[in-house]
T-cell receptor, first 111, second 114 residues
Framework: QKEVEQNSGPLSVPEGAIASLNCTYS??????FFWYRQYSGKSPELIMS??SNGDKEDGRFTAQLNKASQYVSLLIRDSQPSDSATYLC???????????WGAGTKLIIKP | KAGVTQTPRYLIKTRGQQVTLSCSPI?????VSWYQQTPGQGLQFLFE???????NKGNFPGRFSGRQFSNSRSEMNVSTLELGDSALYLC?????????????FGPGTRLTVT
């Protein structure tokens, strides 16, 4: 059973601090990794994708991938109250036509 | 480029009825995936269609079915509705020609079964 695990939270972070979200996955052949943000009552929105080991930065967001440790993380710098949402990690292996989803981490940014 | 659209946005049905939900993918996207999302269960994969063919199916009863048309639009049907089918139903489109397999979600259809 392929699994993606995330701490459900809530993770509470002060405004302006760095929020760190973590995700582990069970399938070593996974090749594509995604972070989605979902506001309450809304649909998930893709915010970052990463395919190679190392860091990928996009504005205040940095995704980090370590395939040897089967670990992917998302850092949000200068956290804002508008970052308060549930963050979903998803993993894909090309031989399977679906993404495997974590249950999500609820992030709360406190002003 | 227009995003993924889903109709209807809200639906109220009674137990035993059936329902059909529609999804129009991003132009050029040929893969459509359907998900059920409930507060306690997170995102649950229903099925994925590509070029009118179902390529993968999640662990849902046969009451849940879908299809895809030649223009990549997709529908899902739920027959004999149960109270537990109340959920947000999401579709996501992607372009499998790319390695990354990014999925883009529609706004969802919120189904309430009474």
């Amino acid at each position: 059973q392929k699994e993606v695990e995330q701490n459900s939270g809530p993770l509470s972070v002060p405004e302006g601090a760095i929020a760190s979200l973590n995700c582990t996955y069970s399938d070593r052949v996974s090749q594509s990794f995604f972070w989605y943000r979902q506001y309450s009552g809304k649909s998930p929105e893709l915010i970052m994708s990463i395919y190679s080991n190392g860091d990928k930065e996009d504005g205040r967001f940095t995704a980090q991938l370590n395939k040897a440790s089967q670990y992917v993380s998302l850092l949000i710098r200068d956290s804002q109250p508008s970052d308060s949402a549930t963050y979903l990690c998803a993993v894909n292996e090309d031989s399977n036509y679906q993404l495997i989803w974590g249950a999500g981490t609820k992030l709360i940014i406190k002003p | 480029k227009a995003g993924v659209t889903q109709t209807p946005r809200y639906l109220i049905k009674t137990r035993g009825q059936q329902v059909t939900l529609s999804c129009s993918p991003i132009s050029g996207h040929r893969s459509v995936s359907w998900y059920q999302q409930t507060p306690g269960q997170g995102l649950q994969f229903l099925f994925e269609y590509f070029s009118e063919t179902q390529r993968n199916k999640g662990n849902f009863p046969g009451r849940f079915s879908g299809r895809q048309f030649s223009n990549s639009r997709s529908e899902m049907n739920v027959s004999t509705l149960e109270l537990g089918d109340s959920a947000l139903y999401l579709c996501a489109s992607s372009n499998p020609g790319l390695v990354n397999y990014e999925q883009y979600f529609g706004p969802g259809t919120r189904l309430t079964v009474t």
